[in-house]
C-alpha cells in the first residue's frame, strides 16, 4: 500500500511538472547566454563594448519594448524588430566608466513581452587609470 501510494504521489508530480512545462513554453520566452559579462579589468580608455545573445524560446514572436542601463555609462542598444521564435538576436552593450574606478557592477533591465516582463543583465569591470594616461 506504502509503495503504491509513493508510486501514485510521483505520477502526480510529473504530471503537475510537465503541465507547468508546457504553460511557461506558450508565448514568447526569453533565454540569455549569459547573466554577467565580466570585461575583467578594462582600462578608461579601453574597448567598452560587449554582447548579451537572446534566444526566443516560447512559440510566439518576442518584442523587446526598451533596455535601460543603471547610469549614464552603461548604455544598451537592443533589436527594434521581433525575435521570431527559435531565433536569436544581440543586446550590444557600451559601458564607459568616466570617473569611476576599482571594482565596478552595472545592470541593464530589458523590459519584453514576457512573463516576467523584466530580464536582468549585468556587467562588471574592474576599472584601471588608461595606461596612456598615466605615463
Not at 535601460?68 to 543586446?91: D, L, N, Q, Y
Not at 552593450?93 to 514576457?114: D, E, F, H, L, W
Request: a negative charge; aromatic letters at 4%.
Amino acid at each position: 500500500m506504502k509503495n503504491t501510494l509513493m508510486l501514485l504521489t510521483a505520477v502526480m508530480m510529473i504530471s503537475f511538472t510537465a503541465q507547468a512545462q508546457t504553460e511557461v513554453a506558450n508565448g514568447p520566452m526569453i533565454s540569455v547566454d549569459k547573466d554577467v559579462h565580466d570585461y575583467g579589468e578594462l582600462e578608461k580608455g579601453g574597448d567598452p563594448y560587449c554582447e548579451f545573445t537572446i534566444t526566443n524560446k516560447g512559440n510566439e514572436p518576442l518584442i523587446i519594448s526598451n533596455a535601460k542601463g543603471s547610469c549614464g555609462c552603461t548604455v544598451p542598444k537592443w533589436p527594434k524588430e521581433p525575435v521570431a521564435p527559435g531565433e536569436s538576436a544581440e543586446i550590444q552593450i557600451i559601458y564607459k566608466p568616466g570617473k569611476q574606478k576599482n571594482q565596478q557592477t552595472k545592470s541593464i533591465t530589458v523590459t519584453a513581452n514576457t512573463e516576467p516582463d523584466n530580464t536582468i543583465l549585468k556587467v562588471k569591470a574592474n576599472v584601471i587609470e588608461d595606461a596612456a594616461a598615466a605615463e
